[in-house]
């Protein structure tokens, strides 16, 4: 295949240049051919070369300075691939910053991948340049420089002090998946929610409604809430997208966050159209104290849902709501027994009921165990 590069086509060396990149055991016997395929007139064989050479050049030193040399000419063609071969042997210097941060816009995917993996090595040597030329493209707000300078900045900012205020005060320039970006980014950087907090608000006013999904995934990632963020956390549960009621429902759920202030907005998740949802509220329903005055009703309809997930968190709920209303609970629980058709869930009901201090003709099975499958995403171990 050596052969192959000498040939008088151009479309021939360069397919064996790439080919060649896929054998490391021959490259003592490649390189040097490879490295005469740098001088080519045709700049699709020399990009084919740089990357091959990239993958093959490692340790040897004829090969990093002929990359180099190529890096470091501005009028060269090749010079953000090269740089970008550089950073994949571990060769990059920080005086190929500049043209890594123009490679990481390539579309190309090897060449912007390696050109943010050689950023990020840099970033220890060079945190300032880098985190200042990141920030400069987000505001510039440029894509695809915008998006992979987010991605950096994310990274770098985990070791490095980050000005997250000015990384904040980009949003408006950004759209899009970029916005949404920066959002997670702020959040990320911003343990002490310095920045956070107001872009959160500012991200849930925005016309496109996706941004709520973001804004309730910063919400999950919080620890105490703001009256505000707990305020946009209920709102969620009443939000026209249905991911967003369910990240909400999730938040409120699982980490019962604000559950008795939701407890009119659960009762209407109840009868929610997005069958993911419907089981979470009505299991949430039966946990809220002092319970609605509507429960009963409310769970004694769940226990003929079309959803098996949601008769299944009805029976959970009944057997929690039990301490206010105990014989009421049984009642509602041992009329399920009867029409219940699903057999595990059938099963099910006996262990609420053997709980409850009722024995039934079924032998019960562990109501957690059971609980976990008919109800995904709530854990039934707690009362």
Partial sequence: ??????????????????????????????????????????DEVRSAAIVSLAKLGRGSK??????????????????????????????????????????????????SDVAMKGLISLSAKAPDQITERSLAAVTEAKAPAATNSLKLLRLVGRKHPMPVERLAAAYDNLSGEDRKLLVETVIALDPQRKQSHALILKANEDPDPSMKIVVMAALAQMGDMTPEEKRLLLDGLSDPNAEVRLAALKIVTERRIALNDASERLTALTDDP????RPLAVAALGSLTPPPVNTLSVLSASLHDKSKDVRGAAVLS??????????????????????????????????????????????????????????????????
């Fill in 318 to 383: 009944l057997r929690n709501f039990a301490k206010h209303k105990p014989q009421e609970s049984i009642d509602l629980l041992t009329s399920a027994l009867k029409t219940e058709e699903d057999v595990r869930l059938k099963e099910y009901i006996a262990e609420a009921l053997y709980g409850l201090g009722i024995k039934t003709h079924i032998t019960p099975v562990s109501a957690a165990q059971k609980g976990k499958e008919l109800v995904p995403g709530w854990d039934l171990t707690r009362d």
């Fill in 62 to 111: 004829d090969v990093e300075i002929a990359l180099r040399n190529i890096a470091d000419d501005p009028q060269d063609a090749e010079t953000l691939r090269a740089a970008a071969a550089l950073a994949h042997l571990g060769k990059a210097e920080e005086s190929v910053i500049p043209q890594l941060f123009a490679a990481m816009s390539v579309d190309d995917p090897w060449v």
């Fill in 274 to 277: 997005d069958p993911r949802i």
């Fill in 1 to 42: 295949m050596v052969h192959a590069l000498k040939d008088v086509d151009p479309h021939v060396r360069k397919n064996a240049a790439e080919s060649l990149s896929h054998y490391p055991l021959g490259a003592h016997e490649s390189v040097p051919p490879l490295l005469e395929l740098l001088y080519d007139t045709h």
